[in-house]
């Protein structure tokens, strides 16, 4: 078990600028793996083993991407016990993203709004953090129904126009593809301009189309597939969620994570920094959250693989996801507000 209290080490971040923290954590994290610091967070990994894509996941609770950006930590995070991490959104160049303080604490209602916009050293830098984990080089000998699952998660270029999107992402593909067990198309972020519209019947028809024709050919490539998640949004009605669940099905694309942040405030409304631009995450987004996943349960049937993930704070709230349809679950904003704990919180909550 992790010798660190959390609520000593919350604290202390909680009395720093939010992205100052955040940094402070993750260059931690990055710098303890693989040490005897390790022992700070590390816990063991709750089996409750689930097949979903062709994958063998060791547990249900998984890390969202957006926390480790530029898949520094891969290693530390194995060790808080995730039977699955989700790294980036890595874009094909690097980019510094939306201009500073762009991450904002709600602790009233334990959410956070982020307009980071994609900020990240870039796809060479990316695969060369992955290549050097300590996952990466045990991974093709160990145990593929113990060891933990790895997505990597792509996105555009702020600076590409949204008219030429399916060129970044298909650059994206073909770069992380070697080293992914499955490969997210981030589509959703509310902090890359007119992001959300490729959400649409026709500008998504066209990008699956794409991907799916490049996924066939590095899967011949590379002698094995990788399937493709895709990544949506909250703030849709059930039109356009059944719209999107038609187009996962005619392109065969094999999951769906759902969901972002949402651009509501109505369950913050009052509170400081409530209006800032960006994203809403934590406990204001789970009914969103919950919404789209049963709706798109029941526009899926049984068998279509939904990662859910929005307002996880406790294992019940982790419950409510999987009665919602979703197969596994991630946290994000639940792991700064509660800590590694929650890794094993949740995971335990499901398996019961």
């Not at 030429?164 to 770069?175: E, S, V």
């Not at 999107?244 to 969901?259: F, K, M, S």
């Not at 049937?301 to 996801?321: M, R, T, Y």
Request: positive net charge; hydrophobic residues 45%.
């Amino acid at each position: 078990m992790a010798l660190i209290p959390y609520g000593l080490t919350r604290a202390v971040l909680f009395n720093m600028d939010a992205e100052a923290a955040h940094e402070l954590t993750l260059d931690m994290l990055a710098r303890g793996q693989g040490t005897p610091l390790q022992c700070g967070w590390s816990q063991a990994r709750v089996h409750d083993p689930v097949t979903l894509a062709g994958l063998r996941f060791p547990n249900r609770v998984g890390l969202a991407a957006g926390l480790d950006k530029n898949a520094r930590a891969i290693d530390a995070f194995a060790a808080m016990g995730f039977g699955f991490v989700e790294v980036g959104t890595v874009t094909p160049l690097a980019q510094p993203g939306n201009p500073k303080p762009r991450i904002f604490r709600l602790p009233a209602r334990d959410a956070l709004i982020n307009r980071m916009g994609f900020n990240n050293e870039g796809l060479d830098v990316f695969i060369r953090n992955v290549k050097n984990s300590r996952f990466h080089s045990a991974s093709r000998s160990s145990d593929k129904g113990q060891r933990m699952i790895l997505g990597l998660n792509i996105g555009k270029n702020a600076a590409t126009p949204i008219e030429r999107a399916t060129d970044d992402y298909l650059i994206g593909l073909a770069g992380v593809y070697p080293y992914a067990d499955y490969v997210t198309v981030n589509i959703s972020s509310p902090n890359t301009k007119n992001l959300r519209d490729l959400q649409s019947d026709a500008a998504l028809d066209a990008l699956l189309s794409a991907l799916k024709s490049r996924q066939g050919e590095l899967a011949a490539e590379h002698g094995r597939q990788v399937p493709l998640f895709l990544k949506i949004a909250p703030d849709l009605d059930q039109g356009q969620v059944q719209a999107i669940a038609d187009a996962l099905r005619r392109h065969g694309i094999e999951g769906v994570i759902a969901t972002n942040t949402t651009l509501s405030r109505d369950a913050v409304q009052g509170l400081p920094h409530a209006e800032e631009a960006g994203g809403l995450s934590g406990a204001p987004v789970r009914e969103a959250s919950n919404r789209v996943v049963r709706q798109l349960r029941a526009a899926l049937g049984a068998g279509f693989p939904i990662i859910g993930v929005g307002g996880i704070l406790s294992g019940a709230d982790a419950q409510a996801k999987i009665e919602a349809g979703a197969d596994v679950v991630q946290i994000y904003t639940g792991l700064i507000y509660k800590g590694a704990g929650l890794v094993r919180e949740v995971a335990q909550a499901i398996r019961r």
